[in-house]
């Protein structure tokens, strides 16, 4: 068996002494995750690796994925209150909660529910007007900012957003070759972001959504590698369903 690995980058580990560290574990490619990076970092991040390492890079998109803004410190959402879902640069509070992509606010109606990270808060849209939605809190917890928030039903949104393309064509101009494509649905995603990173670049599609395990088939004939998110993949089917889905991708 061929073991490789990934490893993420983040702020405790972007220097130079901790990458060289990693480097001579052996390390397989750098992971840079555009969920919490932004675009004006991808650059100098690009320009930092390659003066410790010489190990490639992984650029990998947010994806079609909505999430909760940049929040106020320490904000809980008590059960039984109420909460307004809006999109913009504002800092989200107990009382308004930010999301994006915009176009997630368009698709909610009564009785969309909403479940923030995986120990959050969980929401049940009431009542939606042309600038966001009211939503109740059903079970309280915190949120914190840029996290996750799954969506049911779950809006169609486009592959990647618009951060994505940005950061796609900087890390092209670069010469960084490995992209992770994040909650790949179909066929067609991987198409696209291959066209934006170059005939010469390795596509990993990362299957993590109920989307991406139905076009199973199609998602991994157009990759170059797979990889399975039991994490995201767990907030949309049920836990116990995880390793077998894991199993069939694999035998895929």
Known sequence: MKVQILCTLGPSSLRAD??????????????????HTPLEAVAPIVELVR????TPI???TEGAQ???????????????????LTAGERVGTAEE?????TATLGVLAPGSRLSVDFHGAL?????????????EVVEGGRVMSNKAVTVDPAPALPPLTDKDVQAIAVARSLGVRHYA???????EDVALIRDLAGPAATVISKIESRAGVKAMDGIISASDAVLIDRGDLSREVPLEHV??????????
């Open 66 to 84: 909505v999430r909760c803004g940049v929040m106020a410190p320490d904000v809980t959402l008590p059960a039984g209150g109420t909460v307004r």
């Open 243 to 252: 390793p077998f889905y894991q199993k069939v991708v694999v035998r895929q």
């Open 18 to 35: 901790v990458i060289r560290g990693l480097d001579k574990r052996g390390v397989d490619l750098f992971r840079v995750n555009l969920s």
């Open 181 to 187: 494509l994040s909650f790949a649905s179909r066929a």
């Open 58 to 60: 992984c650029l990998d």
């Open 97 to 101: 909660l930010v999301l994006t992509p």
């Open 51 to 54: 003066e410790c390492s010489a």
């Open 123 to 135: 929401l049940r849209v009431t009542d939606v007007s042309p600038d966001g939605a009211t939503a």
